[in-house]
């Protein structure tokens, strides 16, 4: 196993940044055509709707937000929904929307769908946005109407179900997932909410078309925005390691039940597939004759490491720390 990363009492170094798939050359596997044609729908369909709710991932906040969006969808009035805010460590959160501020995201609400935790907070945000702007063509009507957008795997489904139960005390309209890709195409109408009258275009996920940097296509693979086979579950759960480890997050430790922190990803996963018996016997040729050994399950290790990190067993985390360390602090 390649060891790419270290994070104990030292520096921190990425040894394969030309090697990732992320950096370049592979960009066409992130951005399917799927994607595009989802793009341009989500562009023809803008006439439809008076305002944009862009959800994201709470734990990204600073990265990961697709720059064609604010191209592509125009002057719109625009929400950002910053979703999973459960599994996000939100010790920083003012600083998180100051930062936003000054990118001219001025209305930004943190949520946890799954529990509908400040769900609530959208609709009379919408309404509001859309009663002090212009609706152009759309001002004779009597209702609203608002595109969900992000990338994928964000929550953008689990938003509009979880507003369905707060305003219409009605089950799912639309098919959620743990993985990206769920939703392929822009949906007709969904309905939200009574009074105000208020509709829902779900829309595919889309990621840029090219990735800023490195460290971010791995911020978003921890994430779930690309399939884990296409990174490589291993090299996953060793930037997540190195991750935990720089944040001094060692709720691994505890949970695995390890001797104590670790930069050794092999030895970690090794640990890890002893304790869950994720162990296989392979056989191995010798001079006596074959030999039955038994060695770790790493894919299957690493699988669990990752899934246990997502499901928020790991604790909170802010993996935009970095930017949030280089954003200057308003003046009070």
């Not at 604010?70 to 100051?98: F, R, S």
């Not at 990118?103 to 609400?109: A, F, M, S």
């Not at 001002?139 to 953008?156: D, F, Q, R, T």
């Not at 709720?251 to 304790?275: E, F, M, P, T, W």
Request: with cysteine; proline share 5%; glycine share 10%.
């Amino acid at each position: 196993m390649r060891l790419a990363f270290r994070a104990l009492g030292g520096a921190a170094g990425v040894a394969w940044r030309e090697s990732f798939p992320l950096g370049g050359r592979d960009v066409a596997r992130w951005f399917p055509g799927h994607m595009a044609k989802g793009l341009k729908k989500m562009q023809s369909s803008l006439k439809l709707v008076d305002c944009i709710i862009e959800v994201h991932d709470a734990r990204i906040p600073l990265s990961g937000r697709n720059p064609l969006f604010q191209e592509t969808l125009g002057l719109k009035p625009h929400v950002l929904v910053l979703n999973k805010m459960d599994l996000a460590d939100l010790k920083e959160q003012q600083k998180i929307i100051q930062h936003l501020e000054g990118e001219g995201l001025k209305n930004v609400v943190f949520t946890n769908c799954l529990q509908d935790e400040n769900v609530k907070q959208i609709i009379p945000t919408v309404t509001g946005l859309v009663g002090s702007s212009c609706r152009y063509h759309r001002g004779e009507s009597l209702e609203y109407c608002a595109m969900v957008i992000g990338i994928p795997n964000v929550g953008k489904s689990s938003l509009i179900n979880a507003l369905r139960r707060q305003h219409l005390r009605k089950g799912k309209a639309t098919r959620v997932g743990g993985e990206p890709g769920i939703t392929r195409a822009v949906m007709s109408r969904i309905q939200v909410c009574e009074r105000p009258l208020m509709f829902l275009l779900d829309t595919p996920g889309v990621l840029a078309p090219r990735i800023e940097s490195v460290e971010m296509g791995l911020k978003l693979a921890l994430c779930g925005t690309v399939l884990d086979h296409l990174v490589g579950e291993e090299t996953l759960a060793d930037y997540l390691l190195y991750t935990l480890n720089r944040h001094q997050l060692f709720g691994y430790v505890r949970h695995y039940g390890l001797g104590g922190a670790c930069d050794d990803i092999a030895s970690v996963l090794k640990q890890v597939a002893v304790r869950l018996g994720k162990t296989q016997k392979v056989k191995v040729l010798t001079g006596t004759g074959d030999v039955n050994v038994i060695q770790p399950n790493y894919p299957a290790a690493a699988r669990d490491f990752l899934q246990t990190f997502r499901r928020g067993l790991l604790g909170p985390v802010m993996l935009d720390r970095d930017v949030l360390q280089r954003s200057p602090v308003a003046e009070p």
